[in-house]
């Protein structure tokens, strides 16, 4: 692994320098403060009890489970295809990419594999609902710093996206789109063309955010040095997506993993960033919605023609065995570990989602941090409540 | 003490190297401790350890065999349910002096398995791009496992799901309390023998509109 | 008031405090989960614009707030907090329950953890369903709140049941 890097360094001693400084002047008690379950930046319903020294956070402790329900139990009771169904609302922003892997795995518990056309399609669909899914990061982390103006842009700039989804697959999120040998449906007509167009939109408004932002002052104080990770301490608490190539590390399931989708034929680069700071979190997303608009429009140009769905039976009865696919999702990785016992209702499903493990480094990760910069670190991890709870 | 099957079914390499030097490598460090393996080429690879070398072969995939990346943690439960849906259940609910089936006798997956309740937990090598899944028996007397939380961070986390959910207790752990559930609930959900009331209380409302079941050779009526 | 107490409000004057209230409504936005972002879009949005029907949303507390949507999987362990969202609310309130979730449980009505429906916690006046509501869904569901409130009996009101907390 890397070590940590010198500028990394350099700033947390900074920080605990000037702390040093505050606490030896003042003599304050400490207060524990509730934030959450409801509140605006918690992106959902999140707990985080902080024990304060002042304006500095001693100790916190994130309490999940106020959308707890109950995932792992429901999928023993419900067949195949209404798991499907269920498993949509886990990550309910990018809501097709969670059907994408649980489909890979009974697929390949089945060995049965998805036609070329299925296989584009499915890959199409993914990197739209990471563009869906991404954009309002990026609008909503500016509105957590102050910044109100984003969100807007980032929820018009949506509709386009959801309106593309909705055209294809019905349902603007929770799609339900996904079936164990390819798709439901072919996608309709006229609806490579506007994705193309749609695809101009979304850069044009990623520049806007890059000029908007990035360049900023304000966005620039709140956000560099803040809430840096190293590496090392990362994949120890299984950090993953976005969040682990801010800090440095080059992995990304979509290059280094086959898994049935067609990443191989496609042009595109990774991302990552060496800092592992808040602002290198905000970059390293904004970089990849551009760069899944430009695999959009290459998936659009390449599609294959020939059959949506291979030849599955009508009632779908899994064989015996245990599969573990794990895929890029917009938030991380995500995976499923299916058991399955030859019946028409999987034995075991264990979900593992990208917030969870995300949410884990928090007590690690606010030790000796300002309240304000709670917000911000919160914020850059970028967690969906239905992703840590399931 | 560890067999390795080969599948040469559809154009996968036929011996994986990569993961052959991973399950090597944990028995040549644990010896005795690795009772079983199964690795599907080009895939994936299980390995089952005893309960004791649990946390060994943690810290020997992570520090050995460089699998630095924890992916998750977790537990199966390998009865069969006596509430469930099954193959030859009409209707799900048990009303009306209809009672539990009797569980059909447990039987394990893959990489074999002794007891009820199995942790799996799965570490992953992001630069070598190879991982292994880490199964293990747990003690049916006790329910007691060694913690990881020392080898990973992440675990703290799912070894306290895997405490409320199951009622495996990990020795060493920092604090290991409820994590997603309210403080008065009692039971382990998860478990199969936990049932689910609201579908014994009244029959699913979609029952009225929906075909039967399926018989095995009928494809017609579909779900 | 005194008048509203006796019932002795002529119709004229309840007839426009209802308008009145009707297109003044602080909506808080109780959005727990997928639903939420449905909310989001029909208030924040610039397509499915909510202010246009007079109803502001983001008031600054529960306690300025007349409506409140909940939109999203109501847990039992999140129960109280809503209960207590409600408590805090001034009358004349109203409940909107957005979403299959909130108003009977919806996919998860058999979980272990999930309270099934909203209306076992806090009344509610509007169910719209959906999984999740179209945004129009739910401004149709705020107009048909609104077209209630106007035929609504302000000495009624007053009068009804105390809630009863237990």
């Known amino acids: ?390 | 003490m560890s067999s390795t099957d080969t599948d040469n079914a559809d154009g996968a390499p036929a011996t994986d190297e990569l993961r052959n030097s991973l399950v090597e490598g944990l028995t040549g460090e644990l010896h005795d401790g690795v009772v079983a393996s199964h690795l599907l080429p080009g895939r994936d690879l299980w390995v089952r350890v005893t309960a004791d070398a649990w946390e060994t072969a943690g810290r020997v995939s992570r520090d050995l065999l460089g699998c630095s990346y924890f992916c998750y943690l977790s537990v199966i439960d390998w009865l069969p349910s006596p509430f469930g849906r099954s193959m030859d259940s009409s209707v799900d609910n048990l009303l009306e002096g209809v009672t539990a089936k009797e569980p059909e006798p447990m039987t394990h997956g893959v990489a074999g398995g002794d007891t009820r309740f199995q942790l799996i937990a799965r570490l992953y090598d992001v630069h070598r791009h190879v991982g292994v899944n880490l199964k293990a028996d747990v003690p049916d007397d006790t329910l007691t496992m060694a913690t990881w939380t020392k080898l990973f961070g992440g675990a703290n986390w799912h070894e306290r799901e895997a405490y409320e959910m199951f009622g495996i207790t990990f020795a060493g752990h920092p604090s290991l309390r409820k994590l997603y559930l309210p403080g008065d609930f009692e039971g382990y959900p998860l478990r199969k023998d936990f049932p689910l009331l609201s579908r014994m209380v009244k029959p699913w409302p979609g029952i009225v509109d929906v075909e039967g079941m399926p018989g095995v050779a009928d494809d017609e009526g579909g779900e | 008031m005194g008048l509203v107490e006796s019932g002795k409000l002529p119709k004229p004057l309840t007839k426009l405090l209802n308008i009145s209230r009707k297109y003044s409504m602080w909506v808080y936005q109780w959005g727990l989960a997928c639903c939420a972002i449905e909310m989001g879009a029909a208030f924040g949005s610039p397509r499915y614009d909510v202010m246009r029907l007079g109803v502001i949303p983001f008031p600054a507390s529960p306690r300025q707030a007349d409506l409140v949507v909940v939109s999203g999987t109501v847990t039992d362990k999140m129960a109280p907090a809503i209960r207590r969202l409600y408590e805090q609310m001034p009358d004349p309130k109203y409940v909107i329950s957005m979403g299959s979730c909130a108003n009977c449980g919806g996919p998860y009505w058999d979980s272990y953890s999930v309270t099934k429906g909203v209306d076992q916690i806090i009344p509610v006046d509007v169910y719209v369903p959906g999984c999740p509501p179209r945004p129009e869904a739910l401004l149709e569901g705020i107009v048909l709140l609104q077209e209630m409130v106007a035929n609504e009996d302000m000495a009624a009101k007053w009068k009804g049941e105390p809630l009863v907390v237990n």
């Open chain 1, 1 to 390: 692994m890397t070590a940590i890097s010198e500028r990394q360094q350099r700033a947390y001693i900074a920080s605990q320098a000037a702390d040093m400084r505050v606490n030896v002047e003042l003599e304050t008690e400490g207060m524990t403060l509730n934030i959450g379950p409801q509140h605006p930046a918690t992106h959902g319903t999140l707990r985080i009890i902080v024990k304060l020294d002042g304006e500095q956070v001693v100790a916190a402790d994130p309490v999940p489970g106020y959308m707890h329900r109950g995932y792992e139990k429901l999928t023993e009771v419900r067949t195949f295809p209404q798991v499907n169904t269920l498993i949509n609302r886990i990550d309910w922003l990018g809501s097709f990419a969670n059907e994408v892997p649980f489909i890979l795995a009974a697929e390949q518990l089945m060995e049965v594999e998805a036609p070329p056309r299925a296989q584009w399609i499915r890959t199409l669909l993914f990197e739209l609902s990471r563009i869906a899914n991404v954009t309002l990061f990026l609008g909503d982390m500016a509105v957590q710093l102050g910044a109100v103006t984003p969100v807007f842009y980032a929820f018009r700039d949506r509709e386009y996206v959801l309106n593309l989804i909705e055209s294809a697959t019905g349902g603007r999120f929770h799609p339900n789109f996904d079936r164990i040998g390819g798709l439901k449906d072919d996608l309709p007509k006229g609806w490579i063309a506007e994705t193309k167009q749609v695809m101009v939109k979304v850069n044009a408004f990623c520049d806007e955010l890059e000029a908007l932002l990035l360049g900023n002052e304000i966005f620039n104080v709140r956000t560099r040095g803040i809430g840096v990770i190293p590496p090392e301490v990362a994949l120890s608490y299984g950090l993953s997506g976005a969040n682990l190539r801010a800090s440095g590390v080059d992995w990304d399931h979509r290059r280094d993993t086959q898994v049935g989708l067609v990443y191989d034929k496609l042009d595109w680069k990774v991302w990552t960033h060496p800092d592992g700071d808040s602002f290198a979190r905000y970059w390293v997303r904004l970089q990849e919605v551009r760069e899944a608009a430009k695999m959009v429009i290459q998936l659009c140009d390449g599609l294959p023609s020939g059959p949506i769905m291979a030849k599955v039976p009508r009632i779908i009865k899994v064989p015996e065995g245990e599969a573990w696919v794990a895929t890029e999702n917009p938030l991380g990785e995500m995976g499923y570990y299916v058991v399955s016992k030859g019946d028409l209702v999987p034995f075991r499903v264990k979900i593992r989602s990208a917030s969870f493990n995300n949410i884990s480094i928090v007590p690690w990760l606010l030790r000796g941090v300002y309240v304000p910069d709670v917000i911000t670190i919160l914020a850059s991890l970028y967690f969906i409540l239905g992703d840590i709870d399931r």
